[in-house]
């Protein structure tokens, strides 16, 4: 094969390889900087410029990328000394995970401190024993390089306000279940709350 790989092909290929000395020296040194820096930040360009540009990101105006933080591990059950006052089945605390991924917890606690702009995805960039960092990659809705862009147009819709507080963005979808075909998948689309009304409904048509 003569095909010649370009830039972003080999940023890929680096960071497949993350246990590589290269990234391992990298990443260590990144975990120590965004340590010290402020829970949610403004970054001044993506760390991984091939993963933001796959998932839409374009350097022009209009885009913007913000880094996270999220706290590691599972999701203690918020009660009083260990007293959750219900039946035995519902008694657990400690070992319980919470239904969706750090990705989407990242995508929205950005998306509520950036109110005026658009989550449009995600990425990892980094972790260590306390946190995972991620970027996100935000769109502002009143920019005009934006509303005349006939590819990215359909974000300034109303209907697309804080689709990451709603399941809409990659993350919330894999929660949601929607990235699976066939079987195990029948009371997942169009979503889990329609289906139960649909088969939770009596329909009484006139003639019927």
Known sequence: NNQKMGAYKY?????????????RFLLRIRAWELRHLPRVHR?????????ARRLGYKA???????????????RKRP?????????PVNQGVKFLKFNR????????????????????????????????YFEVILVDPSH??????????????????????RGLTSAGRKSRGLYKKGTGTKKLRPSRRSVWRRLNTTSLRRYR
């Open 101 to 132: 991924n750090l990705r989407s917890v990242a995508e929205e606690r950005v998306g509520g401190v950036c109110g005026n702009l658009r989550v449009l995805n995600s990425y990892w960039i980094n972790q260590d024993a306390v946190f995972k």
């Open 11 to 23: 940023l890929q290929e680096i960071w497949r390889k993350k246990q590589s000395d290269v990234l």
């Open 43 to 51: 970054a001044t360009r993506p760390t991984r410029p091939d993963k």
């Open 60 to 74: 022009k105006q209009g885009f913007v990328i913000y880094r996270t933080r999220v706290r590691r591990g599972g």
């Open 144 to 165: 005009n390089a934006i509303r005349n862009d006939p590819r990215m147009q359909w974000i300034t819709q109303p209907v697309h306000k804080h689709r990451e507080k």
């Open 79 to 87: 009660v009083p000394k260990g007293r959750t006052d219900g039946k």
